[in-house]
């Protein structure tokens, strides 16, 4: 099971499809049909502030469509 086939499976699964994906690669351009599928994307290799910055934004992205306006920590 591939990248692609993986987030395409995920997205099709009503429970899962609106949970956060982010894609990490040192193999793929940005601009691939798999980046795009995922929500975010970092290339390899990339520093933990990086990484743990666009964790919390997809975690508020989530929680801001799930509850409405923004929480306190976004």
């Known amino acids: 099971l591939d990248g692609l086939s993986l987030i395409q499976r995920v997205r099709s699964e009503p429970r899962l499809s609106t949970l956060p994906i982010l894609l990490t690669s040192a ?25 743990l910055g666009v964790i919390q934004t997809l975690l508020c992205r989530q929680s801001d469509a799930s509850e409405g306006a923004g929480g306190a920590s976004c």
């Open 27 to 51: 193999a793929i351009d940005p601009s691939s049909e798999k980046a795009a599928r995922a929500d975010a994307f970092i290339a390899k290799p990339y520093h933990v502030p990086t990484l």
